[in-house]
T-cell receptor
Framework: GDSVTQMEGPVTLSEEACLTINCTYTATGYPSLFWYVQYPGEGLQLLLKATKADDKGSNKGFEATYRKETTSFHLEKGSVQVSDSAVYFC???????????FGKGTSLLVTP | NAGVTQTPKFQVLKTGQSMTLQCAQDMNHEYMSWYRQDPGMGLRLIHYSVGAGITDQGEVPNGYNVSRSTTEDFPLRLLSAAPSQTSVYFC????????????FGPGTRLTVL
Protein backbone atom coordinates (compact mmCIF):
# COMPACT_ATOMS: atom_id res chain seq x y z
CA GLY A 1 0.00 0.00 0.00
CA ASP A 2 0.90 3.65 -0.12
CA SER A 3 3.27 4.96 2.54
CA VAL A 4 5.37 7.95 3.52
CA THR A 5 8.76 7.94 5.23
CA GLN A 6 10.20 11.08 6.72
CA MET A 7 13.36 11.75 8.64
CA GLU A 8 13.15 11.29 12.36
CA GLY A 9 13.65 14.18 14.69
CA PRO A 10 13.92 16.09 16.74
CA VAL A 11 15.76 18.58 14.60
CA THR A 12 17.31 21.49 16.49
CA LEU A 13 18.52 24.54 14.57
CA SER A 14 19.67 28.02 15.39
CA GLU A 15 17.65 30.93 14.09
CA GLU A 16 18.49 31.82 10.45
CA ALA A 17 19.89 28.35 9.73
CA CYS A 18 18.84 26.38 6.63
CA LEU A 19 16.27 23.62 7.00
CA THR A 20 15.73 20.43 5.06
CA ILE A 21 13.31 17.73 6.19
CA ASN A 22 13.46 14.66 3.98
CA CYS A 23 10.32 12.88 2.81
CA THR A 24 10.10 9.91 0.45
CA TYR A 25 7.03 7.99 -0.58
CA THR A 26 5.89 4.67 -1.97
CA ALA A 27 2.77 4.79 -4.11
CA THR A 28 1.37 3.74 -7.44
CA GLY A 29 0.72 6.33 -10.10
CA TYR A 30 0.89 10.04 -9.33
CA PRO A 31 -0.40 10.83 -5.86
CA SER A 32 -0.86 14.33 -4.48
CA LEU A 33 1.74 15.28 -1.87
CA PHE A 34 1.39 17.56 1.14
CA TRP A 35 3.22 19.09 4.05
CA TYR A 36 1.13 19.80 7.13
CA VAL A 37 2.41 21.64 10.21
CA GLN A 38 1.30 21.27 13.83
CA TYR A 39 2.16 24.09 16.20
CA PRO A 40 2.24 23.26 19.92
CA GLY A 41 -1.20 22.56 21.32
CA GLU A 42 -2.98 22.95 17.98
CA GLY A 43 -4.40 20.85 15.19
CA LEU A 44 -2.64 20.39 11.87
CA GLN A 45 -2.79 22.97 9.11
CA LEU A 46 -1.77 22.73 5.50
CA LEU A 47 1.63 24.27 4.77
CA LEU A 48 1.96 23.46 1.06
CA LYS A 49 1.06 20.88 -1.53
CA ALA A 50 1.89 19.63 -5.02
CA THR A 51 -0.38 17.61 -7.25
CA LYS A 52 1.86 16.53 -10.14
CA ALA A 53 5.47 15.73 -10.91
CA ASP A 54 7.90 18.69 -10.92
CA ASP A 55 5.34 20.93 -9.19
CA LYS A 56 6.80 23.15 -6.48
CA GLY A 57 4.64 24.02 -3.50
CA SER A 58 5.56 27.09 -1.45
CA ASN A 59 4.23 29.02 1.51
CA LYS A 60 5.68 31.18 4.33
CA GLY A 61 9.21 30.76 2.92
CA PHE A 62 8.95 26.95 2.83
CA GLU A 63 9.29 25.05 -0.45
CA ALA A 64 9.01 21.45 -1.60
CA THR A 65 9.31 19.99 -5.11
CA TYR A 66 7.50 16.84 -6.25
CA ARG A 67 10.26 14.58 -7.61
CA LYS A 68 8.80 11.54 -9.33
CA GLU A 69 12.19 10.10 -10.30
CA THR A 70 13.35 9.96 -6.67
CA THR A 71 9.84 9.62 -5.13
CA SER A 72 10.64 12.52 -2.82
CA PHE A 73 9.06 15.72 -1.52
CA HIS A 74 11.68 17.29 0.73
CA LEU A 75 10.73 20.40 2.73
CA GLU A 76 13.20 23.30 2.65
CA LYS A 77 13.53 26.78 4.10
CA GLY A 78 16.47 29.06 3.69
CA SER A 79 16.31 30.83 7.05
CA VAL A 80 14.25 29.47 9.93
CA GLN A 81 12.72 31.51 12.73
CA VAL A 82 11.86 30.62 16.31
CA SER A 83 8.18 30.75 15.28
CA ASP A 84 8.80 27.82 12.89
CA SER A 85 9.20 25.48 15.86
CA ALA A 86 6.54 22.82 15.27
CA VAL A 87 5.99 19.25 14.10
CA TYR A 88 5.98 18.79 10.33
CA PHE A 89 4.10 15.97 8.61
CA CYS A 90 4.54 14.76 5.06
CA UNK A 91 1.43 13.14 3.58
CA UNK A 92 0.07 11.74 0.34
CA UNK A 93 -3.23 10.72 -1.17
CA UNK A 94 -4.25 9.20 -4.44
CA UNK A 95 -6.19 11.62 -6.58
CA UNK A 96 -9.21 9.34 -6.56
CA UNK A 97 -8.75 8.41 -2.91
CA UNK A 98 -10.43 9.37 0.30
CA UNK A 99 -7.61 8.85 2.78
CA UNK A 100 -4.46 10.78 3.63
CA UNK A 101 -1.40 8.71 4.49
CA PHE A 102 0.81 10.59 6.94
CA GLY A 103 4.44 10.15 7.83
CA LYS A 104 5.37 9.92 11.50
CA GLY A 105 6.21 13.61 11.79
CA THR A 106 9.44 15.51 12.36
CA SER A 107 9.76 17.81 15.34
CA LEU A 108 11.67 21.04 14.70
CA LEU A 109 13.00 23.29 17.46
CA VAL A 110 14.54 26.61 16.49
CA THR A 111 16.58 28.35 19.17
CA PRO A 112 17.38 32.09 19.31
CA ASN B 1 -16.71 30.96 10.89
CA ALA B 2 -15.76 28.67 13.77
CA GLY B 3 -14.18 26.15 11.38
CA VAL B 4 -13.90 22.66 12.88
CA THR B 5 -14.80 22.35 16.55
CA GLN B 6 -14.23 19.36 18.81
CA THR B 7 -15.53 18.62 22.29
CA PRO B 8 -14.38 17.81 24.86
CA LYS B 9 -10.75 18.97 24.84
CA PHE B 10 -9.75 16.47 27.52
CA GLN B 11 -11.39 13.29 28.78
CA VAL B 12 -10.47 10.54 31.20
CA LEU B 13 -12.34 7.23 31.01
CA LYS B 14 -12.18 3.94 32.82
CA THR B 15 -11.76 0.72 30.87
CA GLY B 16 -15.11 -0.45 29.53
CA GLN B 17 -16.84 2.93 29.59
CA SER B 18 -18.33 4.35 26.42
CA MET B 19 -18.32 7.91 25.18
CA THR B 20 -18.82 10.10 22.14
CA LEU B 21 -16.31 12.59 20.81
CA GLN B 22 -18.08 15.44 19.06
CA CYS B 23 -16.98 17.09 15.83
CA ALA B 24 -18.76 19.87 13.96
CA GLN B 25 -17.89 22.10 11.00
CA ASP B 26 -19.63 25.17 9.64
CA MET B 27 -18.00 25.29 6.20
CA ASN B 28 -20.55 23.07 4.43
CA HIS B 29 -17.84 20.49 3.73
CA GLU B 30 -18.85 17.10 2.40
CA TYR B 31 -15.74 15.19 3.49
CA MET B 32 -15.06 14.61 7.19
CA SER B 33 -12.63 12.27 8.90
CA TRP B 34 -11.28 11.14 12.24
CA TYR B 35 -7.60 10.48 12.99
CA ARG B 36 -5.77 9.37 16.05
CA GLN B 37 -2.28 10.64 16.83
CA ASP B 38 0.08 8.51 18.87
CA PRO B 39 3.75 9.22 19.68
CA GLY B 40 6.04 7.94 16.93
CA MET B 41 3.08 6.82 14.81
CA GLY B 42 1.97 9.96 13.03
CA LEU B 43 -1.74 10.24 12.29
CA ARG B 44 -3.80 7.20 11.41
CA LEU B 45 -7.24 7.34 9.82
CA ILE B 46 -10.07 5.80 11.85
CA HIS B 47 -13.21 6.53 9.80
CA TYR B 48 -14.26 8.97 7.15
CA SER B 49 -17.43 10.25 5.50
CA VAL B 50 -17.98 11.67 2.02
CA GLY B 51 -21.40 13.10 2.82
CA ALA B 52 -24.46 12.78 5.03
CA GLY B 53 -25.46 9.15 5.41
CA ILE B 54 -22.18 7.79 3.97
CA THR B 55 -19.30 6.52 6.12
CA ASP B 56 -16.41 4.14 5.59
CA GLN B 57 -13.56 2.60 7.55
CA GLY B 58 -10.01 3.83 7.58
CA GLU B 59 -6.81 2.14 8.71
CA VAL B 60 -7.70 1.57 12.40
CA PRO B 61 -11.51 1.33 12.77
CA ASN B 62 -11.80 -1.38 15.42
CA GLY B 63 -13.47 -0.22 18.63
CA TYR B 64 -14.96 2.91 17.05
CA ASN B 65 -18.31 3.74 15.46
CA VAL B 66 -19.36 6.76 13.43
CA SER B 67 -22.50 8.12 11.83
CA ARG B 68 -23.21 11.16 9.66
CA SER B 69 -26.80 12.26 9.95
CA THR B 70 -26.09 15.88 8.96
CA THR B 71 -23.45 17.62 6.85
CA GLU B 72 -22.20 19.53 9.89
CA ASP B 73 -21.68 16.79 12.49
CA PHE B 74 -19.51 13.67 12.56
CA PRO B 75 -19.39 12.11 16.05
CA LEU B 76 -16.97 9.33 16.97
CA ARG B 77 -18.21 6.73 19.46
CA LEU B 78 -16.00 4.54 21.61
CA LEU B 79 -18.06 1.48 22.39
CA SER B 80 -16.04 0.01 25.28
CA ALA B 81 -12.91 2.01 26.00
CA ALA B 82 -9.56 0.23 26.30
CA PRO B 83 -6.16 1.59 27.41
CA SER B 84 -4.94 1.12 23.81
CA GLN B 85 -7.35 3.88 22.82
CA THR B 86 -5.46 6.45 24.87
CA SER B 87 -4.52 8.98 22.21
CA VAL B 88 -5.14 12.42 20.79
CA TYR B 89 -8.07 12.44 18.38
CA PHE B 90 -8.38 14.90 15.52
CA CYS B 91 -11.37 15.57 13.34
CA UNK B 92 -10.85 17.11 9.90
CA UNK B 93 -13.04 18.32 7.07
CA UNK B 94 -12.59 19.37 3.45
CA UNK B 95 -14.87 20.38 0.58
CA UNK B 96 -15.03 17.02 -1.20
CA UNK B 97 -12.13 14.59 -0.68
CA UNK B 98 -8.68 13.93 0.77
CA UNK B 99 -6.90 15.81 -2.04
CA UNK B 100 -8.54 19.05 -0.89
CA UNK B 101 -7.00 21.07 1.91
CA UNK B 102 -7.93 19.42 5.18
CA UNK B 103 -9.09 21.66 8.04
CA PHE B 104 -8.33 20.14 11.41
CA GLY B 105 -9.98 20.67 14.74
CA PRO B 106 -7.94 21.39 17.89
CA GLY B 107 -8.08 17.78 19.07
CA THR B 108 -9.38 15.77 22.03
CA ARG B 109 -6.87 14.22 24.41
CA LEU B 110 -8.31 10.96 25.72
CA THR B 111 -6.87 8.88 28.54
CA VAL B 112 -8.27 5.44 29.30
CA LEU B 113 -7.29 4.02 32.69
Amino acid sequence: GDSVTQMEGPVTLSEEACLTINCTYTATGYPSLFWYVQYPGEGLQLLLKATKADDKGSNKGFEATYRKETTSFHLEKGSVQVSDSAVYFCALTQNSGYALNFGKGTSLLVTP
Amino acid sequence: NAGVTQTPKFQVLKTGQSMTLQCAQDMNHEYMSWYRQDPGMGLRLIHYSVGAGITDQGEVPNGYNVSRSTTEDFPLRLLSAAPSQTSVYFCASSPLRATDTQYFGPGTRLTVL
